[in-house]
């Protein structure tokens, strides 16, 4: 098999961070490291890695370092006609100090043979490059992102892949020996870059190691897999990938390898459980190196009764133990809203009282289209008086009996004459709601749209998360909003919770707060942002509670959810973070 070919079984997705980079982007240290990236040590001006992986659209971000190439030398470079990448021009050339790359809390001048590449101390850049509109997919994908650093490529990969510091290990590393080079040490076996990657456990699950290299220990060739020869003499080279990565008896998270050593619902003290992971190394879930101890996750509802089962209310919880173990709570299914907030409020309490740090999050929209606080005389970024405000208005009881188009209704009288924005109600109950049309109206402007930010955003990647106007009919979320946002000001404002709860983006700001336990994070989700494995649960809804626990811990443990709280190449309007809120997903 040709070696683009095997690549091509595995792409990675163009990160979105990169397919929505322009001219005001900025570089973000975690969006990059949080992508698949391509590591090469020594790499001169060779393109053949960036050919290799990127034409196959494997890998789009690329790391070279060479302390033996002059950054000015690199623009020239990059300028020539004959050695610049061919079917692309540069987007954006960001310089970058050591303060941009090198993760937070590394001195880099604890690490002495980092240099620096230019005299402004700037020891490298960015480039972004755009595919020129006349190529199309076969010639390699739309956006590439190369760091070009002039450093010694030991103590960069010690500085930038640095565990204690959430960083993701390189997916591939370049192994190229120089014969008798500069370079203090060899790149291949039992030369000093695999030992800085073995004791900062951050090893890549793959080796491009060119002939009259040595791989890794610990590395196997992928048989049946033909070479690829490129550099500077055209060297053969061929793809070998970690020995543990491709012969695992246990189960996959990530980077990091489980053994699953319960899969039942036997009762515990307190509660059942559906899975248990163990970490072959528990030293991989150390809880220094991740964001939260324990994911809460709901699928919520707006019944007018009494359910379980399909269509009704799940939540997903799982927590790491001390130990090490990741356990995986059987989903719980009350019958009514009111069970469930106080099902929630226990799990999050325990957990409070534990000092864990805990992310939570429900399934509807957390705020409103900007233009609606407007609209109700609430001072625009007032999100506590727009919930305080539905709490205020919103009854629900035992039996699910609530009012919420009585509510509806209400608000749109408040909004104006014009019919909407809210919309959709039972049939035959015209006279009951005579400002709640029974139909999408035409009232949506820019004064007060349709749909927030991210749903236009996800609208254009080709998924359709519906509006929050809408009540009634399949899919509809406003029913949903109405009834959640009281359930969430009460946790959120809790008497026991309230001082070590924060809502993203509201209060958080596009970051995810670090600070150590109790710690209470509220999130919005969609299921539609995340991939869902619809075979961890027969019922649907279970499955995508069940898949944002997985995720959620799957991103944490590779250094890569913090990413997703900030998941802009540019700041948005300000609107979006203090009105409109965000989803949390891929």
């Given at each position: 098999?040709?070696?683009?070919?095997?690549?091509?079984?595995?792409?990675?997705?163009?990160?979105?961070?990169?397919?929505?980079?322009?001219?005001?982007?900025?570089?973000?240290?975690?969006?990059?490291?949080?992508?698949?990236?391509?590591?090469?040590?020594?790499?001169?001006?060779?393109?053949h890695?960036?050919?290799?992986?990127?034409?196959?659209?494997?890998?789009?971000?690329?790391?070279y370092v060479?302390?033996?190439?002059?950054?000015?030398?690199?623009?020239?470079?990059?300028?020539?006609?004959?050695?610049?990448?061919?079917?692309?021009?540069?987007?954006?050339?960001?310089?970058?100090?050591?303060?941009?790359?090198?993760?937070?809390?590394?001195?880099?001048?604890?690490?002495?043979?980092?240099?620096?590449g230019?005299?402004?101390?700037?020891?490298?850049?960015?480039?972004?490059?755009?595919?020129?509109?006349?190529?199309?997919?076969?010639?390699?994908?739309?956006?590439?992102?190369?760091?070009?650093?002039?450093?010694?490529?030991?103590?960069?990969?010690?500085?930038?892949?640095?565990?204690?510091?959430?960083?993701?290990?390189?997916?591939?590393?370049?192994?190229?020996?120089?014969?008798?080079?500069?370079?203090?040490?060899?790149?291949?076996?039992?030369?000093?870059?695999?030992?800085?990657?073995?004791?900062?456990?951050?090893?890549?699950?793959?080796?491009?190691?060119?002939?009259?290299?040595?791989?890794?220990?610990?590395?196997?060739?992928?048989?049946?897999?033909?070479?690829?020869?490129?550099?500077?003499?055209?060297?053969?080279?061929?793809?070998?990938?970690r020995?543990?990565?491709?012969?695992?008896?246990?189960?996959?998270?990530?980077?990091?390898?489980?053994?699953?050593?319960?899969?039942?619902?036997?009762?515990?003290?307190?509660?059942?459980?559906?899975?248990?992971?163990?970490?072959?190394?528990?030293?991989?879930?150390?809880?220094?190196?991740?964001?939260?101890?324990?994911?809460?996750?709901?699928?919520?509802?707006?019944?007018?009764?009494?359910?379980?089962?399909?269509?009704?209310?799940?939540?997903?919880?799982?927590?790491?133990?001390?130990?090490?173990?990741?356990?995986?709570?059987?989903?719980?299914?009350?019958?009514?809203?009111?069970?469930?907030?106080?099902?929630?409020?226990?799990?999050?309490?325990?957990?409070?009282?534990?000092?864990?740090?805990?992310?939570?999050?429900?399934?509807?929209?957390?705020?409103?289209?900007?233009?609606?606080?407007?609209?109700?005389?609430?001072?625009?970024g007032?999100?506590?008086?727009l919930?305080?405000?539905?709490?205020?208005?919103?009854?629900?009881?035992?039996?699910?009996?609530?009012?919420?188009?009585?509510?509806?209704?209400?608000?749109?009288?408040?909004?104006?004459?014009?019919?909407?924005?809210?919309?959709?109600?039972?049939?035959g109950?015209?006279?009951?709601?005579?400002?709640?049309?029974?139909?999408?109206?035409?009232?949506?402007?820019?004064?007060?749209?349709?749909?927030?930010?991210?749903?236009?955003?996800?609208?254009?990647?080709?998924?359709?998360?519906?509006?929050?106007?809408?009540?009634?009919?399949?899919?509809?979320?406003?029913?949903?909003?109405?009834?959640?946002?009281?359930?969430?000001?009460?946790?959120?404002?809790?008497?026991?919770?309230?001082?070590?709860?924060v809502?993203?983006?509201f209060?958080?700001?596009?970051?995810?707060?670090?600070?150590?336990?109790?710690?209470?994070?509220?999130?919005?989700?969609?299921?539609?942002?995340?991939?869902?494995?619809?075979?961890?649960?027969?019922?649907?809804?279970a499955?995508?509670?069940?898949?944002?626990?997985?995720?959620?811990?799957?991103?944490?443990?590779?250094?890569?959810?913090?990413?997703?709280?900030?998941?802009?190449?540019?700041?948005?309007?300000?609107?979006?973070?203090?009105?409109?809120g965000?989803?949390l997903?891929?």
């Amino acid at each position: 098999m040709e070696l683009a070919e095997y690549l091509s079984l595995s792409p990675e997705q163009i990160p979105y961070w990169l397919a929505n980079f322009n001219e005001n982007s900025v570089f973000d240290r975690e969006h990059f490291f949080g992508s698949r990236v391509v590591y090469y040590p020594g790499s001169g001006f060779d393109g053949h890695p960036v050919q290799v992986f990127g034409s196959a659209d494997w890998a789009h971000c690329f790391v070279y370092v060479d302390s033996h190439v002059e950054l000015s030398e690199l623009h020239r470079e990059l300028a020539s006609p004959t050695y610049g990448f061919a079917g692309y021009s540069s987007l954006r050339r960001i310089p970058l100090t050591w303060a941009d790359l090198v993760p937070r809390g590394r001195n880099p001048h604890d690490l002495p043979r980092l240099v620096d590449g230019s005299s402004d101390g700037s020891p490298g850049f960015l480039e972004v490059l755009a595919r020129h509109v006349e190529k199309d997919a076969q010639h390699g994908p739309s956006r590439l992102a190369v760091l070009f650093l002039h450093a010694d490529a030991f103590a960069a990969y010690q500085a930038l892949f640095d565990r204690r510091f959430t960083s993701a290990p390189p997916h591939v590393v370049v192994v190229q020996d120089h014969g008798f080079g500069r370079n203090l040490s060899k790149f291949g076996r039992d030369g000093e870059l695999s030992r800085i990657a073995g004791h900062q456990r951050m090893l890549p699950d793959w080796l491009f190691v060119a002939e009259y290299s040595d791989a890794w220990e610990g590395y196997q060739l992928v048989d049946n897999v033909e070479g690829s020869r490129g550099g500077r003499h055209s060297d053969l080279r061929h793809l070998y990938r970690r020995i543990d990565a491709q012969q695992r008896p246990s189960e996959l998270r990530g980077n990091f390898v489980w053994q699953q050593i319960f899969d039942d619902t036997t009762p515990l003290p307190n509660r059942r459980f559906r899975t248990v992971h163990r970490p072959v190394d528990a030293s991989q879930c150390l809880r220094e190196s991740r964001l939260f101890d324990a994911y809460v996750f709901v699928d919520w509802s707006a019944s007018q009764r009494p359910r379980q089962g399909a269509d009704s209310i799940w939540i997903g919880a799982a927590e790491f133990l001390n130990n090490g173990d990741f356990v995986i709570a059987e989903p719980i299914n009350p019958e009514t809203r009111m069970a469930a907030e106080a099902t929630v409020a226990e799990l999050l309490l325990s957990h409070v009282q534990a000092k864990h740090r805990v992310l939570v999050g429900f399934d509807f929209p957390y705020g409103y289209p900007n233009g609606w606080h407007h609209a109700l005389g609430v001072n625009e970024g007032n999100w506590t008086a727009l919930w305080d405000l539905l709490t205020q208005h919103i009854a629900d009881n035992a039996h699910n009996t609530n009012n919420r188009f009585v509510v509806a209704n209400h608000l749109n009288a408040a909004a104006g004459p014009a019919a909407g924005p809210f919309w959709g109600r039972p049939q035959g109950q015209q006279n009951l709601y005579e400002h709640l049309p029974a139909t999408r109206p035409n009232v949506y402007n820019d004064n007060l749209a349709e749909f927030r930010q991210i749903e236009v955003t996800l609208q254009q990647q080709g998924r359709w998360p519906k509006s929050v106007w809408q009540l009634f009919y399949n899919g509809s979320v406003g029913s949903q909003t109405l009834m959640g946002i009281p359930v969430l000001n009460r946790l959120r404002f809790h008497d026991q919770l309230r001082d070590c709860s924060v809502v993203w983006p509201f209060e958080a700001g596009w970051h995810c707060p670090a600070t150590e336990g109790p710690l209470v994070v509220h999130a919005e989700i969609w299921p539609g942002a995340i991939p869902v494995n619809e075979h961890l649960h027969d019922i649907k809804d279970a499955a995508q509670v069940l898949s944002y626990v997985e995720w959620a811990a799957r991103h944490d443990l590779n250094g890569t959810l913090a990413a997703r709280f900030n998941p802009h190449a540019q700041v948005p309007n300000q609107s979006v973070q203090t009105c409109e809120g965000w989803i949390l997903g891929d």
